[in-house]
């Protein structure tokens, strides 16, 4: 037997030992452990069930984590046996942190590695991961965020192998022998049905489109705004991607020969991720795509990393816009109701990047018309997700107000002209009683 495959002979036997049911590998955890999950379909569904499952045999169980999936332990009777401290909340989530039952933690995404090696204890590290190749390495997939730092830190690793999770390339590769429990899981990846897109995000991504010249390089979101702006830039060329999240509006763009990454500064050739969400076909075009690399989210996130691209362009949402041009993109006042993601960092980086732009894209109303998102102050207790000072363009269906480099009063004036005009009025006199016009 030559080298190799005596290398992959012991590997495949490590593999073996290490395979455990789901429940078998949930007995590792003991009272007052702290344990950290990847963000979304990272998620280890099998084990976390499976802890959720014996949750009143433990006291004081810490989960961190990123957008969470699993609900089975977000009850108010959970909490004393096993809480959560969420960093970006989900629809799992969200109502036990509003309701005290899960905890909040403030961050800026790109700085999580770090926190979970400066801040917080790591006991259990769990993951979804692609099945071992013949070198005994692993890959985390869709979800590669802070995992790798969890991974590294903790004092047991358990993996979820799911042959329906893509290999991906890049920074995102997990070797057996860092591995102590292996569950194998058959079940389909958890998708996210495409948004549709409403006249106001068509709207919306026709204005962006304009600003988005050929060899951009884009950091897009998720939801009917990113979609309406992948279906405009179609006809775009050269465009590169250096993204938080890749969904399946970039792939389109990929297909379409839009996007080539070929004026990249940096990864030339190459669409950067951290993460993705979406559908089965997205998850199937990553699989061992050379195209595509999946890094950590303290290198993709990075403001400097981003700043050190050219011509990056930035599009995300938001809730609330004042006039100043603080945002609010993750709460309704005091009710957390998302978290600041990567929103902030990507802002920062777009504004170092030579050429670069960042937009932050709102519907002018909610709540059928009958309130404004363009507001004099924001609500008391609003979280500001985008500074003032970090805002470089606002936009809603009726047109793009620039903030930065602007006054105050020249800020007023441009997210006036862009609101609602049921609603410009008011917002013209509150600005005069703020001496702001």
């Known amino acids: 037997m030559n080298t190799i495959a005596l ?21 590792i955890v003991k009272s007052g452990d702290h344990l950290c999950f990847p963000l979304g379909v990272g998620e280890p569904t099998l084990f976390v069930k499976a802890l959720a499952a014996r949750k009143r045999e433990l006291e004081g169980v810490v989960v961190n984590q990123q957008h969470h999936l699993c609900p089975d332990y977000f009850t108010e009777d959970s909490t004393p046996h096993i809480k959560v401290n969420a960093w970006f909340t989900s629809h799992v989530s969200r109502e036990a942190v509003q309701k005290g039952w899960a905890d909040f933690v403030p961050n800026h995404f790109h700085e999580v590695p770090k926190l979970l090696r400066e801040y917080w204890p790591v006991d259990v590290a ?13 890959t985390c997939s869709l979800s590669v965020g802070y995992t790798m730092e969890a991974v590294k830190k903790a004092e047991k690793v358990v993996v979820q192998v799911n042959p329906n999770a893509p290999r991906t390339h890049g920074n995102c590769h997990i070797h057996i022998s860092e591995v ?17 897109i409403s006249p106001i995000e068509e709207a919306i991504g026709a204005y962006l489109a304009e600003m988005v010249p050929d060899g951009s390089c884009l950091q897009l979101g998720w ?10 830039l179609m006809t775009k060329k050269d465009l590169g991607v250096h993204t938080e999240l890749m969904s399946d509006g970039i792939v389109d763009l990929m297909l379409s020969g839009a996007v080539n990454n070929s004026r990249k500064t940096i990864h030339r050739g190459k669409a950067l991720a951290t993460f993705a969400l979406g559908t089965k076909r997205l998850f199937d075009f990553m699989h061992e795509n050379p195209m595509i690399e999946m890094h950590p989210v303290d290198y993709v996130n990075d403001p400097a990393v981003i700043g050190s691209i050219d011509n990056v362009v930035a599009i995300n949402a938001t809730i609330q816009v004042d006039l100043l041009g603080q945002c609010c993109s993750e709460s309704f006042g005091h ?6 993601g990567g929103q902030a960092d990507f802002a920062r980086g777009a504004n170092r990047s030579r050429g670069g732009k960042a937009f932050i894209t709102t519907a002018s109303t909610a709540k059928n018309g009958t309130i404004s998102c363009i507001v004099p102050t924001l609500t008391a207790g609003a ?9 470089d363009h606002v936009v809603t269906e009726f047109g793009v107000a620039k903030l930065r480099g602007q006054t105050a009063k020249q800020r007023a004036m441009n997210l006036i002209n862009v609101a609602h005009p049921d609603f ?12 702001r016009i």
Request: hydrophobic content about 35%.
């Open 223 to 232: 939801g009917g705004i990113p979609n309406a702006v992948t279906r405009a």
């Open 7 to 27: 290398a992959k002979s012991n590997f495949e036997q490590e593999y073996r030992q290490k395979l455990c049911s789901a429940a078998e590998a949930a007995t």
């Open 383 to 391: 979280s500001v997700t985008t500074s003032k000072n970090d805002v």
């Open 424 to 435: 410009r009025g008011e917002l013209m006199e509150a600005a005069r009683r703020m001496n």
């Open 335 to 340: 009710l957390q109701w998302s978290g600041t």
């Open 180 to 196: 102590d429990h292996i569950i194998e899981c058959h079940e389909p990846l958890k998708e996210l049905e495409i948004p549709k």
């Open 126 to 138: 769990g993951t979804v991961v692609s099945p071992m190749d013949e070198y005994g390495y692993f």
